[in-house]
């Protein structure tokens, strides 16, 4: 079965990556490339490939709009979006008509997403459906407040976090404190410890208590307490001790596998 392909990204670089390495998959043809929505909703309208490689983030209109645009076609294609940030939105394509690929490409994972795009062709009754895409939006675009860096301050500095070495966040005397392995930071103001739990979600931190965000890639060990409470141990220098309320116990054991 010939694949044909248009892919649709603003930057050169990219095209010319992707472009090299779908030419080298058996049985894939590259039929155009689009660096703007108009130029892709005209070039998929008119040559009708059957797979389109989707750039999320272009300026003006991105990848969810070009989507919405051809999703009403008689026989529209397969999607796979490209992007940068596969933890915000992965789970968005466990199944269906929808795949992604991350930036940098990989010839290993986009061979992958080809022989997914033959498998879900075979039943054109199944592209883009209006379910899948909605969905994705929803999480992609949800996402756009999410913090790539924390801004905290420390001594009159401001520095940017990576959240994967913050440990923890305690509310305490109306200041937010940010701790990592070595240091403790004051988070800016204008956050409560709820706005913060909403902008660092995607990168596993969870409310353990109402003074407490945790990130969970830095417990060490977790201990029953009292009174059906626990308590996490962090895995920083000193195992400092967090409580966990007991109505968030459920959610924390859904949160870790257990």
Known sequence: MKIRCVIVD????AVDELNYILTQIEDVE??????????????IKALQP????????MPRHGGFYIAKKISHYDKPPFIIFATAYDQYAVQAFDEGSLDYILKPFTEKRIQKAIFRAKKTLMNRSQIIRKN???????????????????????????????????????????????????DQFICQPGYTLEELGKRLKFH?????????LVNLGHVRKIIPWF????????A???ATEVPVSRSNI???KTQLGL
């Open 50 to 57: 059957d797979v389109v490689f989707l750039d999320i983030h």
């Open 204 to 212: 596993s931190f969870f409310r353990t208590h109402r003074s407490y």
């Open 132 to 182: 899948d895409l909605n969905k994705l939006v929803e999480i992609i675009e949800g996402t756009q407040n999410v913090f790539r860096r924390l801004p905290a301050e420390k001594k009159g500095h401001v520095f940017l976090l990576d959240p994967a070495n913050i440990l923890f966040c305690k509310a305490e005397e109306k200041k937010l404190l940010i701790y990592t392995q070595d």
């Open 227 to 234: 009174k059906g409470r626990y308590l996490l141990v962090m």
């Open 10 to 13: 603003d930057e050169p670089p």
């Open 30 to 43: 590259v039929v155009a490339s689009a660096g703007s929505a108009s130029e892709a909703v005209a070039a």
């Open 236 to 238: 920083d220098r000193k």
């Open 250 to 252: 459920k959610d924390l």
